[in-house]
C-alpha cells in the first residue's frame, strides 16, 4: 500500500511534477480494478471504478460495509452523466447547476447496466454528485470512469477528515492513499431526490443546507425516515447512504443532551458527567464554546462556537475519534440548533449516539 503526501491541496495540487505522478499512479490503479482513498471537500472518501462489480465490492469488504447500503458515484464533468443515468429533470439541472461541484449528491434514476448493481444496492436509482476538490476531480479524470466512494473508514466509525484518519481505519486493507490535507466542509454530502413535480426530499443532510435548497427549488421536505431513530421500525433497503444504520460512533457509550434551555442542559451534563466519573468512566464532553468551561471531563472536545456550525462541521469527525484516542467510556454531547449546518451536525450527532437522548425538560433546575 501506499501513502502520497504532497502539497495535494483544494487550491492546487502542488509540486507539479510529484502530483502528476501520484495521481497518474492512483488513476492506473482505478482502472485496474483497485482501491484509492482520496480527499474532497467533504470527507475522504474510497474509490473503485463504478462499474467493476470486483473494484466495488472491494470497497464493502474494507470498510465491512452492510450489503443493502448504496454507494456514491463521483463524476467530474457533466458529459459523464449521460452514460449513468436515464434522465435528468429541470430541477435537478437548476441543482447542479447552482451546488456543483459540490457537496450535493442527485437521486437519480440508473441506466441498466451503467454501473455495478452492488453501487446501487439493487435499485433502479444511482446517487450522484460533481466534488469540489481539484485532486478528486484529477483522480477522476485520471482513472477515466466514474468512481463508487463512500467514506474512507470502517463502516460505522467516524468518517475521516484526515488522510492519517484513513490510515487508522484501513490501512492494508486498500491499495492507497491521495493526501490532500483536511477536509474543508468536514461532514458528508447532502443527498436528496428530485420527484416529478419537481419537489425535492432531502434523503441525507448535509454540506448543502435545507435553506440553500430552498433558494433554488419550489419545494423542499425531509424524508420521515430522518425522524426515525435507529432500529425504531423495519424498514426497506436505504435509498441513500446514511439513512439506516448507525455511523460515525465512537467506542465509548455516548448520548446527546437537548432541551430549550441552555443552563438546564449545562447542569444536567456536569450531573451526569459527575455521576459516570464516580463509577470509574472515563468521561468525555462534546461541547460548544459557550459552555465548554462548565464541564469536568477527562476529554473536552470543543465544536466551536453556537454561532458558526461550519466549525463544528469541520471539527466533528476528528473530536468523535479523539475520545477512542483518550480512551474515553462515557461520552455526553450538547445538542445544537438544526438552521443551516446545524441540521447535519445534529444528524451525525445522533447517529453517533444511535439515537440515545437524554430529555432536559423546561421546568429543570
Not at 483536511?182 to 443527498?191: I, L, Y
Not at 434523503?203 to 430552498?214: C, F, H, K, N
Not at 423542499?220 to 425504531?232: K, S, T
Not at 438552521?339 to 447517529?351: D, E, F, I, P, S
Amino acid at each position: 500500500m501506499w501513502h502520497v503526501s504532497s502539497s495535494l491541496s483544494k487550491e492546487g495540487l502542488g509540486p507539479e511534477k510529484e502530483a502528476k505522478q501520484a495521481l497518474h499512479e492512483a488513476g492506473q490503479v482505478l482502472a485496474q480494478g483497485g482501491t484509492v482513498a482520496f480527499p474532497t471537500e467533504t470527507v475522504y472518501g474510497l474509490g473503485a471504478d463504478a462499474g467493476n462489480t470486483e473494484a466495488v465490492e472491494r470497497i464493502f469488504a474494507a470498510k465491512g460495509r452492510p450489503s443493502d447500503n448504496p454507494l456514491i458515484v463521483h463524476i467530474s464533468e457533466l458529459a459523464q452523466l449521460v452514460g449513468l443515468v436515464q434522465r435528468v429533470n429541470e430541477t435537478e439541472r437548476a441543482l447542479m447547476a447552482s451546488f456543483w461541484p459540490g457537496p450535493l449528491s442527485l437521486v437519480l434514476p440508473v441506466k441498466p447496466g451503467a454501473v455495478s448493481p452492488r453501487v446501487t444496492a439493487g435499485l433502479d436509482t444511482v446517487a450522484v454528485r460533481m466534488p469540489d476538490h481539484r485532486v478528486a476531480l484529477a483522480l477522476i479524470s485520471a482513472a477515466g470512469c466514474p468512481l463508487a466512494a463512500p467514506s474512507a473508514n470502517r463502516s460505522g466509525r467516524p468518517s475521516p477528515t484526515l488522510a492519517s484518519h484513513v490510515l487508522e481505519d484501513l490501512a492494508g486493507a486498500i491499495d492507497g492513499v491521495l493526501d490532500g490535507g483536511p477536509a474543508g466542509v468536514g461532514v458528508e454530502s447532502t443527498v436528496v431526490q428530485v420527484g416529478e413535480d419537481g419537489a425535492v426530499t432531502v434523503l441525507r443532510p448535509g454540506g448543502v443546507t435545507t435553506e440553500q435548497l430552498a433558494a433554488v427549488a419550489a419545494s423542499v421536505r425531509q424524508d420521515p425516515a430522518l425522524q426515525r431513530a435507529v432500529g425504531e421500525a423495519e424498514s426497506p433497503a436505504p435509498r441513500s447512504p446514511g439513512m439506516k444504520y448507525t455511523h460515525y460512533a465512537p467506542k465509548g457509550a455516548m448520548c446527546v443532551v437537548q432541551g430549550p434551555r441552555a443552563d438546564a442542559v449545562s447542569a444536567r451534563i456536569a450531573a451526569e458527567l459527575a455521576a459516570a466519573a464516580q463509577r470509574g468512566e472515563v468521561t468525555g464532553v462534546l461541547s460548544f464554546d459557550e459552555h465548554i468551561g462548565h464541564y469536568r471531563a477527562d476529554v473536552a472536545v470543543s465544536l466551536g462556537s453556537l454561532a458558526a456550525p461550519e466549525e463544528a462541521a469541520r471539527r466533528l469527525y476528528a473530536g468523535l475519534r479523539r475520545f477512542d484516542e483518550e480512551g474515553a467510556t462515557f461520552i455526553l454531547a450538547e445538542a445544537c440548533p438544526e438552521q443551516g449546518l446545524g441540521a447535519a451536525v445534529m444528524n451525525r450527532l445522533l447517529k453517533a449516539a444511535g439515537h440515545h437522548i437524554i430529555h432536559v425538560h423546561e421546568d429543570a433546575d
